[in-house]
């Protein structure tokens, strides 16, 4: 079973910068796809950005240019760089493994909430 276990959410004014870390255990780390989604309140989940094992990545065209997706396998972590923060950045960020069988698993959640 995997475990993911995120930090690094927060209160941020806008144009401010958060760095979000998942750290996860229960698989082989290395061979997964990792991403971040998030959820507004009152609003669907939506794809931030993912990481494939062969460090490939892909954004939602909301963050591109302003957040990086990266990975350190040696750390069994992911991270999610949140440069020029907006208040429409404002959500509980999830952390999710991708396995090669293709189970999906969640984080549970951390809040960024950016506001002045």
């Known amino acids: 079973q995997v475990q993911l276990v995120e930090s690094g959410g927060g209160l941020v004014q806008p144009g401010g910068s958060l760095r979000l870390s998942c750290v996860a255990s229960g698989s082989i780390f290395s061979l997964n796809t990792m991403g971040w989604y998030r959820q507004a309140l009152g609003k669907e989940r939506e794809l931030v950005a993912t990481i494939s094992r062969a460090y490939s990545t892909d954004y939602a065209d909301s963050v591109k240019g302003r957040f990086t997706i990266s990975r350190d396998n040696t750390k069994n972590t992911v991270y999610l760089q949140m440069n020029s923060l907006k208040e429409e950045d404002t959500a509980v960020y999830y952390c999710?493994?991708?396995?090669?069988?293709?189970?999906?698993?969640w984080g549970q959640g951390t809040q960024v909430t950016v506001s002045s």
């Open positions: 999710t493994c991708r396995k090669p069988s293709q189970s999906l698993y």
